[in-house]
Nanobody, 128 residues
Framework: QVQLVESGGGLVQAGGSLRLSCTASGRTFSNYAVGWFRQVPGKEREFVAAIRRSEGITYNADSVKGRYTVSRDNALSTVYLQMNSLRPEDTAVYYC?????????????????????WGQGTQVTVSS
């Protein structure tokens, strides 16, 4: 089992920045790819960004490219999502999720169904 806890959400004005953290406990964190998703009421969960367990390979949704950066510190069992130039449409509950990459080739990190573990979410609200 892996437990994930998100933190760092809050209220920010448009154009501002926030950094979300996803801290894991349980299994060996460095085995896992981690994705960030967001969701607003009445809509499906949307992929934001992901990072593989090694080599720093990252992926970003088109809607956040150039504004969001995902990174990880395996020594701290933490993945970060740095969000800059925030817009009101970025308002959502943000979730992190993890999937074990040591069990085989893991493709499609933008699909929420791929992930085995999820955090409880953190609210991000961007005011105009």
């Amino acid at each position: 089992q892996v437990q994930l806890v998100e933190s760092g959400g809050g209220l920010v004005q448009a154009g501002g920045s926030l950094r979300l953290s996803c801290t894991a406990s349980g299994r060996t964190f460095s085995n896992y790819a981690v994705g960030w998703f967001r969701q607003v009421p009445g809509k499906e969960r949307e992929f934001v960004a992901a990072i593989r367990r090694s080599e720093g390979i990252t992926y970003n949704a088109d809607s956040v490219k150039g504004r969001y950066t995902v990174s990880r510190d395996n020594a701290l069992s933490t993945v970060y999502l740095q969000m800059n130039s925030l817009r009101p449409e970025d308002t959502a509950v943000y979730y992190c999720a993890a999937v074990d990459e040591t069990v085989g080739v893991v493709a499609g990190l933008d699909h929420p169904g791929l992930y085995d573990y999820w955090g409880q979410g953190t609210q991000v609200t961007v005011s105009s």
